[in-house]
């Protein structure tokens, strides 16, 4: 199990990473480039966390009878999330409308990876054979580098956005 362990702390220490950068977002105000950075960031920390995990964890997950509705509530989690990063980007980060939905998007975010980290993972780990956790380690950091080469920022248009 000590492969198993390795992947989900590995995956802990990208969730502690975006904990940071929603914090560091959520201590600027306005449309400064402070923010535009931290955001661009943080949206493609996510989307390649995510297309990762789901490659690497979820995909491996779904073929256990016993964690696939686990596995779909996350995988579900993770479309939403990506949903909502595109709709903030394309709304005004100057207006108090950006803010409101920034604050949703970090309470689901957080949320999301507790859930994770306190409900899915130790379960998931207690089904992993040792293929299965030799494979999910390796998977996972050969598809976040990729990911994150290939991530962007893909806001709805701004007329799009939901008000």
Sequence with gaps: MAQAQEIFTR???DHDDHRELLDKIED??????ERRDLFEMFTKE????????????????????????ATRHSVAEHQELDEALNDLAATD???????????????????????EEQDHFPEFEEK????????????????KDAELKDAEVTPVEASAAKE
């Design 46 to 69: 996510v989307k390649s966390h995510a297309a990762a995990e789901e490659q690497a964890v979820y995909a491996t997950m779904l073929r256990k009878p016993e964690t696939t509705d």
């Design 11 to 13: 995956l802990k220490q």
């Design 28 to 33: 600027t105000s306005g449309d400064t480039q």
């Design 93 to 115: 980060m100057s207006t108090g409308a950006w803010l409101q939905k920034f604050k949703q998007v970090k309470h689901d975010y957080l949320h999301h990876i507790e859930e």
């Design 128 to 143: 992993l054979t040792a293929e299965d956790e030799r494979q999910m380690a390796d998977v996972f950091e050969k598809r």
